[in-house]
Nanobody
């Protein structure tokens, strides 16, 4: 069992920055790949970024490359998403997820947080 809780969402102006956190339960956190997904109204859940168990391998969707950074602190059982130069199109509910495989498909991830709202104004 893995429990995930996101935090750090909020309202920011375009061009601003925001950092999301995802606190994970259990001592087995280091065995899981982690990912961030987002979902805007009327759209499917979209892959944002992921990171392998050690933190040495990361992938990003093209729209956030150069702006977002995914990282993890296994000692703190915490996943992060640093978001810079935010755009209105980044507005969505952001979810963290954990799974045994690294990938872009939501079905690969077994555990999900409840989500945190990010709103970027023009």
């Amino acid at each position: 069992q893995v429990q995930l809780v996101e935090s750090g969402g909020g309202l920011v102006q375009a061009g601003g920055s925001l950092t999301l956190s995802c606190a994970a339960s259990g001592r087995t956190f280091t065995t899981y790949a982690m990912a961030w997904f987002r979902q805007a109204p009327g759209k499917e859940r979209e892959f944002v970024a992921n990171i392998n168990w050690s933190g040495r391998v990361t992938y990003y969707t093209d729209s956030v490359k150069g702006r977002f950074t995914i990282s993890r602190d296994n000692a703190k059982n915490t996943l992060y998403l640093q978001m810079n130069n935010l755009k209105p199109e980044d507005t969505a509910v952001y979810y963290c997820a954990a799974g045994k495989e690294l990938g872009r498909t939501p079905t690969l991830y077994n555990y999900w947080g409840q989500g945190t709202q990010v709103t970027v104004s023009s």
